[in-house]
Nanobody, 121 residues
Framework: QVQLVESGGGLVQPGGSLRLSCAAS????????MYWYRQAPGKQRELVAA???????NYADSVKGRFTISRDNARNTVYLQMNSLKPEDTAVYYC???????????????WGQGTQVTVSS
């Protein structure tokens, strides 16, 4: 059973930084694209950033230039470095990964439990 565990959330002041991490564990043959989503109270969950197995990245316009997604394939871990944080970045942040659990199996996406990020003075 594949599990994704996020860490690194917390309370920071506007203009501050946080680094989120998400480690995948369990029976994993290969991890392909990994994602960070976020959801603020009363709002839809939105895609923040994505990174492919080859290292190609994509960002939401609202975070481009401030956030950086990266991954460590040896540790099955994806990171989100968040700089110049704004109050509107406040949300629960979730990681997601496209995973193949068997040599000849299909791709399946898995979600982490979420970690709270609060930006407030």
């Amino acid at each position: 059973q594949v599990q994704l565990v996020e860490s690194g959330g917390g309370l920071v002041q506007p203009g501050g930084s946080l680094r989120l991490s998400c480690a995948a564990s369990g029976g994993i043959f290969s991890i392909y694209t990994m994602y960070w989503y976020r959801q603020a109270p009363g709002k839809q969950r939105e895609l923040v950033a994505a990174i492919t197995g080859g290292g190609t990245t994509n960002y939401a316009d609202s975070v481009k230039g401030r956030f950086t997604i990266s991954r460590d394939n040896a540790r099955n871990t994806v990171y989100l470095q968040m700089n110049s944080l704004k109050p509107e970045d406040t949300a629960v942040y979730y990681c997601n990964a496209d995973v193949r659990v068997d040599y000849d199996g299909a791709l399946t996406d898995y979600w982490g439990q979420g970690t709270q990020v609060t930006v407030s003075s």
